[in-house]
């Protein structure tokens, strides 16, 4: 088919080839070659996963309500971060989003989630992925043990009031961009 027959999308861009050039169970990594709105030729790398879900866990603790956060070592960044608890079913992709999220939040801190409320999606970094997750509160808590993956093996939980966790916001001590705009999103909807 002539790309002069492909209307453009949205955003006036038209796919004018694409081709796979890496693929594992994670993650595939696509090669676009596109006219841009302006006229000229392009090529945009995009990076294809798999959607996935990420939880705010709020207690309550004697002095008020709690969060519990996970802290582990991120390879690429080579940092150790506090992020809440999250990931994706790569072996069952089509699972509903709050199984994952019930499922990540037991397997990485041995919360079961008595209630569960979605807050919202958001885009892991739209610039260059097509990654989305979905973005839950969890409450009425119970606690049990964690059954994390073997590259999860480095991993600790850690339950503290929701103050300590908006002053580690404040001053720089969480940097995941997910966990961010988790807690943003769930602030936004005056849940915490």
Request: some cysteine; hydrophobic content about 35%; charged content about 25%.
């Amino acid at each position: 088919m002539s790309t002069e027959s492909v209307p453009p999308d949205d955003g006036g861009f038209v796919t004018l080839s694409s081709r796979i050039v890496y693929e594992n169970r994670w993650t595939r990594v696509r090669e676009d070659i596109i006219r841009r709105p302006d006229g000229n030729q392009g090529l945009y790398g995009i990076v294809e996963r798999g959607e996935f879900a990420v939880v705010l866990p709020l207690g309550r603790g004697p002095d008020g309500p709690t969060v519990t956060l996970v802290r582990q070592y991120r390879y690429p960044v080579r940092a150790r971060l506090w992020e809440l608890p999250m990931g994706m079913w790569e072996d069952r992709p089509d699972a509903a989003p709050d199984m994952v999220a019930r499922g990540e939040l037991e397997e990485e801190t041995g919360l079961r989630a008595g209630t569960l409320r979605h807050a919202g999606m958001l885009y892991q970094g739209a610039g260059y992925s097509t990654q989305r997750g979905q973005v839950f509160l969890a409450t009425d808590l119970t606690p049990g043990a964690p059954r994390r993956e073997a590259t999860e093996g480095d991993m600790t939980s850690h339950t503290i009031p929701l103050a300590e966790m908006d002053r580690m916001v404040r001053d720089g001590e969480i940097t995941c961009m997910v966990t961010l705009a988790a807690i943003a999103l769930v602030r936004a909807r005056g849940w915490i």
